[in-house]
Every structure is written in structure tokens, then in C-alpha cells.
């Protein structure tokens, strides 16, 4: 049980074109998606957390208006990268929880993004 | 602020046993999560602590002091296949987890 489906798993766009990435739980109902970005031998870093139905929650640093997240259902996030430039290229994951008093975290497989 | 702390990198021989630190100052503390997260793929859960004390699942261990604010995780019988990174995360009073850089473990044969 428990998991967390991510598509694309990778994409290669050119500089200035907006990429949309889903992250569905399969088997559960979500109150939380989380999307976080990973550059190379780098750690996680948190983007951005999200309850169904309201805004996202944006970490400092992170531009709102250009990473763009969606959670629409309890089974569906979206996070759109908004004319994207090569600097965004990264590794892209996203993870669900399903209670919100125990933050165990099932993560998606990760979409590796490429931006030329 | 909020912190965890963990050594960037370890290497261990196969076979043998490596203990992994993990540090953490937070507001409130709700528990604290390990994750491995081998290399291109995305983290996979491995243990929760919230109460203090030892929780052995197979060759993988985790150690949680309160107190100390202090976790270590325990691998035994090490295999290649366990090279990879392990995150240590605390949960703080809001249920945000707080994630440590990783510790990248290597084993050599």
C-alpha cells in the first residue's frame, strides 16, 4: 500500500516552456503533498507543502508565481515549472501523507527535469 | 532555528556494522523519520521513533534519546546494495519534517 505515482518520470523542454508534473497516491487519500527539488549529490529540498483544496504553503526562496502547484483532489497535485530556464533543471519529487499527526512521507519515483 | 545535523559521508567494509549520527534541535518534537534514498531515486522510508529507545527491524536498527536530542541508525551485516544515502528527519510541533543533508554511506568489499 501507500503509494505515490509521479509522470512524467523525466522530460527534456527547451528554455522558455512551462512543464506540468503530477504526483497521484494511488491507494490513499492525501491531506498533504509535498514537492521537493534535488540538484546533484545535494540533499532534499522542500518547495512547497499543499492541502487539498488551498493554497500551497512556498518555502523562502521558492517563486510562487513560477512554480505553480495545483491540489485539486486528495489524490492529485500538480506542480507546473513556468518558463523554464536551464538553471531549473533538477530532480523533481513530490511525497504524500495521508494523516496529519504522523508526517511519514511516501514519495513519488521523482521526475528528472532538463531544460536546454 | 530549526537544525538536524549528520555526517556527509561514511564508509564501511561489507559484512560489518556502521552506526549513522543524526543530531536535531526543532520546535517541539513529534518523532524522527530515516529514510535511504539510493542514487537517481527517490527516498524510501526505512524507520519512526517518537518514544526513546531501540526499534530493530532486520539488519536495520534505529535509536532515539529525547533527552539528547539524538538518533542513530544501525546497519548490520552490511550488503553493496545498502550504499546509498540516509536521511535523518524530525517531525516538529507542526508536523513539518525537518531533513538533515544525508549521509552518503559507501561500502567497499
Known amino acids: 500500500g501507500a503509494v505515490v505515482s509521479q509522470h512524467p518520470s523525466w522530460v527534456i523542454c527547451k528554455s522558455g516552456t512551462s512543464v506540468k508534473i503530477e504526483c497521484r497516491s494511488l491507494?490513499?487519500?492525501?491531506?498533504?503533498m509535498f514537492w521537493y527539488r534535488q540538484f546533484p549529490k545535494q540533499s532534499l529540498m522542500l518547495m512547497a507543502t499543499?492541502?487539498?483544496?488551498?493554497?500551497?504553503?512556498?518555502e523562502q526562496g521558492v517563486e510562487k508565481d513560477k512554480f505553480l502547484i495545483n491540489h485539486a483532489s486528495l489524490t492529485l497535485s500538480t506542480l507546473t515549472v513556468t518558463s523554464a530556464h536551464p538553471e531549473d533543471s533538477s530532480f523533481y519529487i513530490c511525497?504524500?501523507?495521508?494523516?496529519?499527526?504522523?508526517?511519514?512521507?511516501?514519495f513519488g519515483p521523482g521526475t528528472r527535469l532538463t531544460v536546454l | 532555528g530549526q537544525n538536524i545535523d549528520q555526517p556527509t559521508e561514511m564508509t564501511a567494509t561489507e559484512g560489518a556494522i556502521v552506526q549513522i549520527n543524526c543530531t536535531y534541535q526543532?520546535?517541539?518534537?513529534?518523532?524522527l523519520f530515516w529514510y535511504q534514498q539510493h542514487a537517481g531515486e527517490a527516498p524510501t522510508f526505512l524507520s519512526y521513533?517518537?518514544l526513546d529507545g531501540l526499534e530493530e527491524k532486520g539488519r536495520f536498527s534505529s535509536f532515539l534519546s529525547r533527552s539528547k536530542g539524538y538518533s542513530y541508525l544501525l546497519l548490520k551485516e552490511l550488503q553493496m546494495k545498502d550504499s546509498a544515502s540516509y536521511l535523518c528527519?524530525?517531525?516538529?510541533?507542526?508536523?513539518?519534517?525537518?531533513w538533515g543533508a544525508g549521509t552518503k554511506l559507501i561500502i567497499k568489499p
Open positions: 526543532t520546535s517541539g518534537f513529534n518523532g
Open positions: 521513533n517518537v
Open positions: 491507494d490513499f487519500q492525501a491531506t498533504t
Open positions: 511525497s504524500a501523507s495521508e494523516l496529519a499527526d504522523y508526517n511519514e512521507q511516501f
Open positions: 499543499s492541502n487539498e483544496g488551498s493554497k500551497a504553503t512556498y
Open positions: 528527519a524530525a517531525l516538529d510541533s507542526n508536523y513539518q519534517l525537518i
